[in-house]
């Protein structure tokens, strides 16, 4: 049985799989973030890292993605 097919029953498990995914989500974003600055050969700093990593809100995260592929330098994401 796949997890993401799975009706789940109780509004416990329905509130708990979908934070599961949500932070996933924005795990998954924060990934693509830092993968695009060090793919353009910028040094991340352990604390724009952290701040990227930390961010829990999926559209700032998205919005950094796109500008992520600009900035001259990774701090300017933040501007």
Not at 7 to 20: E, I, M
Not at 47 to 75: F, G, H, M, N, Y
Request: a negative charge.
């Amino acid at each position: 049985m796949s997890v993401d097919t799975y009706n789940w029953q109780s509004d416990f498990a329905r509130k708990y799989v979908g934070l599961g995914r949500e932070e996933g989500r924005e795990e998954g974003v924060a990934h693509s973030v830092v993968a695009v600055l060090t793919a353009r050969g910028l040094t991340v700093s352990d604390q724009v890292r952290r701040r990227i990593e930390s961010c829990t809100d999926l559209e700032t995260l998205e919005a950094w993605v796109p500008k992520a592929v600009t900035v001259d330098r990774p701090e300017d994401l933040f501007d």
